[in-house]
Nanobody
Framework: QVQLVESGGGLVQAGGSLRLSCVAS????????MGWFRQAPGKEREFVAV????????YYTDSVKGRFTISRDNAKNTVYLQMNSLKPEDTAVYYC????????????WGQGTQVTVSS
């Protein structure tokens, strides 16, 4: 397994930007991909973005395309989520997760970081 720690959340105004980080430790050599998910009050957890660990190929949910960018630094075992043009509906707890099986089995999760977008 891997241990994941998110950081970078905070309070921003609509239209602003925020950059989230997630540092992995443990058996990081087994990482196939890492992803970002979010959960807003009263809603189910939803997929946001994923990145293939070796090649850096990203994929996004439609609602964030053109606004969010996922990236990774393999040497630092860190995945980032750059969030631009933030909207109030982006308000949620953001979680990172690791896939160690190449089957999208998100068994390793961070503790989450709060993102709040005002107005």
């Amino acid at each position: 397994q891997v241990q994941l720690v998110e950081s970078g959340g905070g309070l921003v105004q609509a239209g602003g930007s925020l950059r989230l980080s997630c540092v992995a430790s443990g058996r990081t050599f087994s990482i196939y991909r890492m992803g970002w998910f979010r959960q807003a009050p009263g809603k189910e957890r939803e997929f946001v973005a994923v990145i293939q660990w070796s090649f850096g190929t990203p994929y996004y949910t439609d609602s964030v395309k053109g606004r969010f960018t996922i990236s990774r630094d393999n040497a630092k075992n860190t995945v980032y989520l750059q969030m631009n043009s933030l909207k109030p509906e982006d308000t949620a707890v953001y979680y990172c997760a690791a896939d160690l099986t190449n089957h999208y089995t998100w068994d390793n999760w961070g503790q989450g970081t709060q993102v709040t977008v005002s107005s």
